[in-house]
């Protein structure tokens, strides 16, 4: 049975960082596209970034682009999302999804398997 498990999450202040992980159980992970979303209080689900399964094609929404990075180690089954400068607008639960070999998407119907979240506290 194909897990994700997000780490990483935690209370920083603004301006700091925090390095999530997505690591994939039960199945190699090399050959899913994996999608970063978020969901804040009140507010709809929205993904955040996407990494192909090559790791040749990246995506970033707008609000987070030049401030966060995804990347993966497929040797370790891992995919990281790098965040930096962050913001009190960046405060949510950060959600990691997979889907099957094609380019990462916006629309979260699209990803088969998802973790139960990392919660990203931002304080101002």
């Known amino acids: 049975q194909e897990q994700l498990v997000e780490s990483g999450g935690g209370l920083v202040q603004a301006g700091g960082s925090l390095r999530l992980s997505c690591a994939s159980s039960g199945r190699p992970f090399g050959d899913r596209t994996v999608g970063w979303f978020r969901q804040a209080p009140g507010k709809e689900r929205e993904v955040v970034a996407g990494?192909?399964?090559?790791?040749?094609?990246?995506t970033y929404t707008d609000s987070v682009k030049g401030r966060f990075t995804v990347s993966r180690d497929n040797s370790k089954n891992s995919v990281y999302l790098q965040t930096n400068s962050l913001k009190p607008e960046d405060t949510a639960v950060y959600y990691c999804?997979?889907?099957?070999?094609?380019?990462?998407?916006?629309?979260?119907?699209?990803?088969?398997?998802w973790g139960r979240g990392t919660q990203v506290t931002v304080s101002s």
């Open positions: 990494i192909s399964w090559n790791a040749i094609t990246t």
């Open positions: 999804a997979a889907r099957r070999p094609y380019l990462p998407t916006n629309n979260s119907v699209d990803y088969d398997y």
